[in-house]
């Protein structure tokens, strides 16, 4: 299991624990997935063709564009992806509540 922030627009950031595999991670954007860096080792995942598909903009400004649609925050490692921890999940769903 995987645990990310995903925010959805509209409604609160909440805490979740999500299968640690692909179709999961696209099950939750709603599409292809485009892997944007964030800060340090946190990055946000976004559908990639989003704003093509209409999808409603989100609260997030990054710099100076908005996301759009679900947005799922991760850790990247070494592997790929990994679990937030919990203090970190905690802090940037109170970041982005």
Do not use: W
Not at 48 to 62: D, V, W
């Amino acid at each position: 299991m995987l645990r990310v922030v995903v925010i959805e627009p509209g409604f609160p950031a909440e805490i979740q624990e999500v299968n640690h595999d692909l179709a999961s991670l696209q099950s939750l954007v709603g599409g292809y997935i485009e892997h944007v860096f964030f800060k340090d080792d946190i990055g946000f995942l976004i559908n990639e063709e989003g704003k093509l598909m209409g999808l409603p903009p989100n609260r997030i400004n990054y710099y100076g564009d908005i996301l759009v649609g679900t947005v799922v925050i991760v850790k990247t490692c070494k592997e790929g992806f990994c679990s937030l921890a919990e203090d970190e999940a905690e802090r940037l769903r109170m970041m982005f509540g």
